[in-house]
């Protein structure tokens, strides 16, 4: 770990250099889901907008994914490993119950001697290590950070139940983050509601060998759909307020893939016209932590976002957990 001498704090951010991917192979499509439920290519589409996820292979691990996110991304950032202040994997299925995956990726990436550590906050999860990696660049802690958001959802996924199976993907994206003297990221709020527990929820734990409880996702879709809305215009709107930017000079919203509905009302919610906004999830489903940082190296990859753009980054997940971010990339 790097230290600095105390800086004038405004003038120092934390700036997305570079962005990175991993998606698996092996594609399940919606025609592949009609033949183990019954669902329709209809039913998904015009519900979620979803045609088709990513599933890793039964040699594939989260971890693995992580590890090609983080090496597209140091490559695109042109640096060297060993400037790598700091690892932060957010996911929900890391691949031990300890160490975390970020160590093992750590160890991967031949990095020695440098923070490394989880962050669970399910499709939140990319935004809380974002903000926490700002809040560590901003007080001088740590000048350059490696974030990384993988989820092997398909794990958790109970592939006969129609009322979630059709939603989730697996994958990884990364950034990395370096102290600039110009912005960067401008404001972030992250939120919870521990009470969301009984609405989104894998409620297995591992106990004297065994697995107790069910281990497979359980979401009531239409309370987590309402209170997603609301809760993605509300902080929306609190960004914006604080940090004193107008809803029109948001380049991209770059949004939590998890339901083509919940994102067009949150672009509507903002007056933004759907070719401002980022949509993945027909391609990735929603793939929780890996959603947003997967979204973002895509556009960036396409040429969309551009140095300079206003991008306002949004997500809702299991908690409830739910935040934003206003970022200058
Ligand atoms: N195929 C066909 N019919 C289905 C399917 C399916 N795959 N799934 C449900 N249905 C049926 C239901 O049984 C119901 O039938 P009924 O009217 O006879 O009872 C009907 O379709 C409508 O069901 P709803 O649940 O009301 O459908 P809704 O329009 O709400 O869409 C969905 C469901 C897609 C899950 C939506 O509610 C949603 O996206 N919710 C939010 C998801 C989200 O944001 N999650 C947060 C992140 S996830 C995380 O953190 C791990």
Aim: charged share 20%; with cysteine; aromatic share 8%.
């Amino acid at each position: 770990m790097k230290f600095y001498q105390k800086k004038d704090q405004n003038m120092t951010y934390a700036k997305i250099i570079s962005t990175g991917s991993y998606l698996p192979s092996k594609i399940l499509s919606n025609h592949d889901l009609e033949k183990m439920v019954d669902t329709s290519e209809e039913w998904i589409i015009t519900r979620t907008g979803i045609k088709e996820r990513r599933i890793l292979a039964d040699n594939e691990s989260s971890c693995d994914m992580a590890y090609n996110a983080a090496i597209d991304a140091i490559k695109n950032a042109n640096i060297s490993t060993s400037e790598i202040d700091v690892i932060i994997v957010a996911t929900v299925s890391a691949d031990m119950i300890f160490p975390s995956n970020a160590c093992l990726l750590q160890n991967r990436l031949g990095i020695k001697n440098i923070p490394a550590f989880d962050i669970n906050a399910a499709c939140s999860g990319f935004l809380y290590a974002l903000e926490m990696a700002n809040a560590y660049i901003k007080s001088n802690i740590a000048d350059t950070i490696l974030i990384v958001g993988a989820d092997a959802v398909s794990h958790y996924v109970n592939y006969k139940d129609r009322d979630t199976c059709v939603l989730f993907g697996d994958g990884a994206g990364a950034v990395i983050l370096k102290r600039d003297n110009a912005p960067g990221i401008i404001i972030t709020e992250m939120h919870a509601d521990g009470s969301g527990v009984e609405f989104l929820h894998a409620k297995a734990k591992i106990k004297n060998g065994e697995i107790v409880g069910d281990p497979y996702i359980h979401m009531e879709g239409r309370a987590v759909f309402k209170t997603a809305v609301k809760s993605l215009s509300d902080v929306a709107n609190s960004l914006l307020t604080k940090s004193s930017y107008t809803k029109e000079q948001i380049t991209w919203l770059i949004p939590h893939q998890a339901n083509i509905r919940i994102i067009e009302a949150t672009a509507n919610h903002l007056n933004l016209p759907m070719d401002k906004v980022i949509v993945t999830l027909d391609k990735h489903g929603n793939t929780s932590a890996a959603s947003i940082p997967l979204a973002l190296d895509y556009a960036v990859k396409v040429g969309k976002v551009k140095t300079g753009d206003l991008l306002l980054l949004e997500g809702f997940g299991a908690g409830f957990t739910w935040g934003g971010c206003l970022v200058k990339y």
